[in-house]
């Protein structure tokens, strides 16, 4: 067995015999991904022994870092307990029931009223969906089924998310994908449709093009709205101010659901509790996933609040079974995880925490613009952030992959990992991020940037 771990060994069979998502099967040969073989705190250590910040938190969701012990020793429990056990009809576990009463208090703010566990955020995207379209058949609204998302935002991989998914990339190869689905402008000050900076004006735009949509196809057609609170994958959007309680507003108007999709913001990420708080705004129904188990184990939720319980509730027929669920819906392991997770969330107070590194590192980054002219743009919300690059500030023309693909070796080289994605660096480190830790950042990007260039990004 030792030999079959040498490093050789598994480089080849890596790039022999896996399919990795979002990558080139083919490019695997040539650029083959770093083994990673532990993580300790906010680090990540390859089989090279090289440390690494980890400013991704994996894929945007191991707030607690690598080595929280409160959150192993309860997994560790639980599978002495009970390893696995069915939420299908008939049978439910202990640890289910406390976090469902833990998150619906969690969510009383937001008036959240039951939730239904899932795998993970594509899971949860599938179920709010599903649920969304059973909601007005329970209500009588048969002809409600359409859904509007943004351009630009990211909600999963299943065919129910890839059809709100608003970027192409991860739409094209999979058409066609599921008819009435229309995708509206994305309120994003840096590049917009309308070349409109001011966030009072592009919000009314944006808004305006929701309006024309509604009354193109028919307010009565149109199930729900589903979007990010601040877009994570589609590059770290962060909508004006106005643009969250303009959009509820308008959907109320129309009485279309809001599905906020928290599978990024939820449990503190964007520097509030959740996103839709963060702008001060109840949804229909919330997406969670990733922070919810920190990484440690796969899980996500769908929140759902009173007026969709109500609906199920007044059914009494067998159009209000939720004919929808996952083998490891409510697996108790998971359930056990997230117990642990949010405990720790609540403990470290990690949204209050994630709003100050944030702060702190964004305007770190922005004073690096006045020596990087590839940088184009520099945002976030929390310990969401994105660096934009460009090869001409004037013009805003995308930085190309060549310099990208430096720009990702020289972070890296320079101790740090990140997210490449486009033109952009995705920064998304663990929440219990130190000071000591946010400077360790912001000099790894500064010694990464210094390697790559001063000039534009041509
Ligand atoms: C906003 C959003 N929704 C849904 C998903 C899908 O989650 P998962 O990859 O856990 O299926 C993601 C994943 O990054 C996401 O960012």
């Known amino acids: ?248 507003a308008l959907l109320d108007r129309h009485e279309i659901l809001l599905i906020a999709d928290e599978v990024i913001t939820g449990f503190g990420r964007a520097g509030a509790w959740f996103g839709a708080r963060g702008w001060g705004v109840k949804p229909d129904m919330m997406c969670l996933a990733k922070a919810i188990t920190s990484g440690y184990f796969p899980m996500g939720a769908v929140a759902v609040n009173e007026r969709i319980e109500t609906a199920f509730k007044a059914n009494k027929d067998a159009m209000g079974v939720i004919s929808h669920g996952y083998t490891y819906s409510g697996h108790p392991v998971g359930c056990a995880a997230a117990l642990a997770c949010l405990a720790e969330t609540v403990r470290l107070d990690l949204p209050a925490n994630a709003a100050r590194e944030g702060d702190y590192l964004l305007s770190r980054f922005r004073s690096m613009m006045d020596t990087h002219e590839a940088i184009g743009n520099v945002r976030g919300r929390g310990l969401m952030m994105a660096m934009e690059f460009v090869a001409d500030r004037k013009t805003k023309q995308p930085a190309g992959k060549t310099f990208m693909g430096a720009v990702g070796d020289a972070m890296f080289d320079a101790g740090m990992l990140v997210r490449i994605v486009g033109h952009n660096i995705l920064l998304s480190p663990p929440l219990v991020l130190t000071r000591k830790d946010s400077d360790e950042i912001a000099a790894a990007m500064e010694a990464g940037l210094a390697k790559v260039s001063r000039g534009p990004a041509t």
Not at 32 to 44: A, D
Not at 167 to 189: A, K, Q, S
């Open 1 to 248: 067995m030792s030999s079959a771990r040498n490093k050789n060994y598994l480089r080849e069979m890596n790039a022999k015999k896996v399919y990795h998502p979002m990558a080139h099967p083919n490019d695997l040969e040539e650029h083959p991904p770093r083994i990673i073989s532990r993580g300790e705190g906010v680090h990540l250590f390859d089989d090279d022994g090289r440390r690494v910040i980890d400013a991704c938190a994996g894929l945007w969701n191991v707030n607690l870092g690598y080595s929280n012990q409160p959150v192993k020793d309860a997994i560790a429990q639980q599978l002495a307990d009970l390893p696995y056990s069915s939420a299908f009809k008939g049978t439910t576990n202990e640890k289910l029931i406390e976090l469902s009463d833990v998150l619906v208090d969690m969510l009383d703010q937001e008036d959240m009223r039951r939730v239904f566990f899932t795998s993970g955020g594509s899971d949860s995207v599938e179920t709010a969906l599903r649920l969304a379209r059973q909601y007005w058949k329970l209500s009588g609204h048969v002809d409600r089924t359409k859904f509007l998302s943004l351009k630009r935002g990211y909600h999963g991989t299943h065919f129910g998310g890839a059809s709100v998914n608003g970027n192409n990339v991860f739409r094209r190869v999979y058409e066609p994908l599921l008819p009435g689905c229309f995708h509206m402008p994305v309120p994003f000050d840096y590049r917009n449709m309308f070349n409109e900076s001011d966030p009072s004006r592009l919000t009314d735009l944006c808004l305006a093009a929701i309006e024309d949509e509604i009354a193109f196809q028919g307010a009565d057609t149109i199930a729900a709205f589903i979007a990010e609170p601040v877009l994570g994958a589609g590059g770290v959007i962060v909508p004006p101010e106005t643009y969250w309680p303009k959009l509820r």
